[in-house]
């Protein structure tokens, strides 16, 4: 059965193949993970429709088009095992769930995964248990195996005079050491004899070589001590470079944020927001909703539903330009940026406006799982109408989030910190967020702009007027 490069949307027409994951001449089973292929929006994962041996047509790091044959499946080859040998391979065939990146940290540890217990959800082998099962106690370690002595050591001959102090200093080569102890048939001293023919003792620390007779009466030239030396230890020059080719996200990131400068009026303004109604909020119904809804409540979910509020009293910010008319959207399509091993990927959440919390937070537990496991699909990434970016998960006090085309806004959250801030003329330590709004000047003024982010502010800062509005 042919492996071909599945259709992932109407504007993709090419793809990467990234990885293989399995290799020419092994039995893969049905649904198994083959490969990593990569485009300019999205790097996914094809999968075996049915099991038996693969043969790989297409290499790593190659371009193919979409439909492209990449890679074949021998249905034959994959005859079932009988009795005990069958129950191991089955146990083979099904590796335990786990993200690209974790199998490549397995490698790294040299873990087989297949022998760990996930604890992730659907029983998927998370990267904390790759790095316990990595961890192997000192009594399991091989021991390292101790050298071996001989029996017996020739006793008749004398010990080896010791070399000039200049000599001394220079390190033999191990053939040479290893021949001056052998004794001579003729009972001539092993220090004026090697195995090789070449004087152990004679060799100078200068370079000039000196002569000693072997076993046959012939003689046998020294070769410098030091040239020796110093080829044996020259080090090897690092390389001070490297060079990688850009992959298609990569690429495409890197056309869409040029353009946003070269094709937008972009500006920022910035507040901050006092989070401790917030915390207290998630301090006490955290327990309960996580129990309710199996998810935890978390920030996203609160400035998503104080988004789409303040966006529905400013309505420019979460417009578009199309051509000579400015197209505005009486929906909340928000985009939240998701980090992944290849970029950053911005996932909708469509209706977000009557979304509740707990939808919220579903959603985008489910998004960040698809982009774990490369099952993102073009339509979860396509729209958007409003974008939320939250640097804080990566430490970031303050930054400028840059505009996701053809939206008109993106708001910026931050880390949290405790600060001093005056409040009823009394200083206090509060915990507060900078937050960043950037908007198209084109379509938004500075008041608008300003408005909107300060309405997010008071949302966040008294939650209970955004919740009690539903």
């Known amino acids: 059965m042919e492996i071909k490069v599945p259709a992932v949307g109407e504007s993709v027409f090419e793809a990467l193949i990234a990885r293989w994951l399995k290799q020419t001449g092994e039995r893969v089973a049905r649904d198994e993970a083959l490969c990593e292929i990569e485009t300019d929006k999205v790097t996914l994962e094809i999968t075996a429709d049915v099991a038996g041996v ?47 990146s974790g199998r490549k940290l397995a490698r790294e540890l040299g873990v087989e995964a297949s022998e760990l217990k ?22 399991d370690q091989p021991a390292a195996p101790s050298a071996a002595v001989p029996a017996s050591q020739p006793s008749a001959q004398p010990p080896i005079k010791p070399a000039a102090p200049a000599a001394a200093a220079i390190t033999s080569p191990p053939a040479a050491a ?34 000693g007779q072997s076993a046959t009466g012939q003689s046998a030239t020294g070769q410098s001590a030091t ?13 001070r470079t490297t060079r990688k080719p850009m992959t298609p ?44 809804h199996n998810v935890k409540l978390g920030f996203m979910s609160l400035f998503v539903r104080a988004c789409c509020q303040a966006l529905q009293e400013f309505p420019e910010v979460n417009a578009s330009i199309e ?46 799982d698809k982009v774990r496991t490369n099952r993102i699909a073009i339509a979860d990434l396509e729209g958007g109408t409003f974008t939320i970016s939250n640097g804080g998960v990566y430490g970031s006090m303050l930054s400028t989030p840059i505009l996701n085309p053809p939206q008109s806004g993106v708001l910026g959250m931050h880390a ?28 938004v003024d500075g008041g608008g702009a300003v408005g909107f982010l300060k309405r997010v502010k008071e ?12």
């Not at 044959?69 to 191991?88: F, N, R, Y």
């Not at 040239?227 to 390389?239: H, K, L």
């Not at 327990?287 to 309710?292: A, D, G, L, S, V």
């Not at 980090?339 to 959603?363: D, F, H, N």
Request: glycine content about 12%.
């Open 178 to 211: 290893a021949g001056a102890a052998v004794a001579s048939a003729g009972g001539q001293s092993a220090a004026g004899q090697a195995a090789t023919g070449q004087s152990a003792t004679g060799q100078s620390a200068t370079g000039q070589s000196a002569t």
């Open 459 to 470: 949302y966040i800062e008294e939650p209970e007027e955004m919740l009690l509005e539903r």
């Open 323 to 368: 051509g000579d008319e400015i197209v505005y959207h009486n929906y909340c399509d928000v985009g939240v940026a998701v980090g992944s091993e290849k970029g950053l990927v911005v996932p909708v959440l469509r209706g977000a406006e009557s979304m509740t919390l707990a939808a919220i937070e579903q959603t985008i537990a489910g998004f960040a």
């Open 54 to 100: 693969l043969s790989i047509a297409v290499k790593e790091g190659e371009t193919v088009k979409i439909g492209a044959v990449i890679g074949s499946i021998d249905e034959v080859g994959a005859e079932p095992a009988t009795g005990d040998e069958a129950a191991k391979e089955g146990e083979r065939a099904v590796p335990p769930p786990m993200s690209p």
């Open 416 to 443: 949290i910190q405790e600060r001093a801030v005056v409040r009823d003329g009394a200083i206090v330590i509060r915990p507060m967020m900078y937050l960043a709004l950037s908007y198209d000047h084109r379509i």
């Open 118 to 139: 996930g604890t992730g959800r659907g029983g998927r082998v998370t990267n904390e248990d790759l790095r316990k099962g990595g961890e192997r106690p000192a009594s």
């Open 249 to 292: 996200i990569r690429k495409r990131i890197a056309e869409r944020l040029v353009s946003v400068r070269q094709h937008t009026a972009m500006l920022t303004t910035f507040n901050e927001a006092d989070m401790t109604q917030v915390l207290e909020l998630r301090k006490r119904h955290g327990e309960f909703f996580q129990k309710r």
């Open 227 to 239: 040239g020796q030396a110093a080829a044996s230890s020259q080090p090897e020059t690092p390389q």
